[in-house]
């Protein structure tokens, strides 16, 4: 593939438009990336016509990361007031979804369900966190745990973010690649003249993608998952696939990349 097929197959682009829900279905573990921003008004997600079902969640789980200003999610007769860097796990079943809040924009996630379990909001206090890399090797971050099996129950959708401590750009170095599930990447917190530089393909055939802020990436069970970035920058994870196993990941040795 060149740059524009790669672009075209695996990135994300333009998720956030005022008084829009934009999504993106992809074919690899039937994973939903997106993003909502109820700039006009409620903004409701119900029927999506790639999942063949009533309404989104009839099927589904969904994992909400708030990455703009304060705002709600509702379900039902629930209310879930968020702040940036809040996440929301939704279960099987809850019906449509209404996000509201006028300077808010909310990242979605969502994978297939195969059991309805309790909606929770989960905030970074409540989170499972570590800290890992170093400063000398450029990759000193740390790792926010919240769809995860150490924080709370899920089906298969596993979620959490990074974020990187001062002069460090590179994430999840030294590469690796799980061929018993996909991930999604959202880049955002960058500065709108920086750029992440996200390496994917297998590890003798290796290719890189462009992101810019507010951008998500589709890394398929065989592609190596890592990046570097020009400026500080934080990014949201998901999972979806065989397991919800965090560790379940073959390390690629820097000797092995071509």
């Known amino acids: 593939m060149d740059t524009a097929a790669l672009r075209a197959s695996f990135l994300g682009e333009g998720l956030f438009a005022p008084g ?4 993106i279905y992809s074919h690899y573990d039937r994973m939903i990336v997106g993003g909502a921003a109820p700039a006009k008004g409620a903004l409701v997600l119900d029927e999506v016509r790639e999942c063949g079902t009533r309404s989104i969640l009839d099927r589904r ?44 924009r909310f990242y979605i996630t969502s994978a297939p369900a195969h059991a309805s379990l309790p909606a929770r909001l989960v905030r970074i206090g409540d989170a499972k966190s570590f800290t ?19 924080v709370m129950e899920s089906c298969q959708l596993v979620l959490g973010y990074t974020r990187f ?32 530089f996200h390496m994917m393909g297998e590890p003798q055939e290796t290719r890189h993608l462009v992101i810019a802020n507010e951008e998500a990436v589709l890394s398929p069970p065989w592609s190596i998952h890592c990046g570097a970035g020009t400026g500080r920058y934080t990014f949201v994870w998901a999972m979806a696939g065989d397991n919800v196993d965090y560790k379940d990941v073959e390390i690629v040795g820097m000797g092995d990349l071509r």
Do not use: C
């Not at 829009?20 to 999504?23: D, P, S, T």
């Open 61 to 104: 789980e969904m994992g909400i990361v708030s990455v703009g200003g304060s705002g709600t999610v509702s379900i039902a007769d629930h209310q879930y007031r968020m702040e940036k860097g809040d996440v929301l796990y939704l279960g099987r079943g809850l019906g449509p979804v209404t996000f509201t809040g006028k300077d808010a």
């Open 165 to 196: 401590h001062g002069g460090s750009v590179w994430n999840t170095m030294p590469a690796h690649l799980h061929d018993r599930r996909m991930e999604a990447y959202f880049y955002f917190d960058l500065a709108p003249d920086a750029r992440v």
């Open 20 to 23: 829009e829900i934009r999504l």
């Open 132 to 150: 890992t890399g170093a400063a000398e090797s450029a990759n000193h971050r740390t790792i926010f745990q919240f769809i995860h099996p150490e």
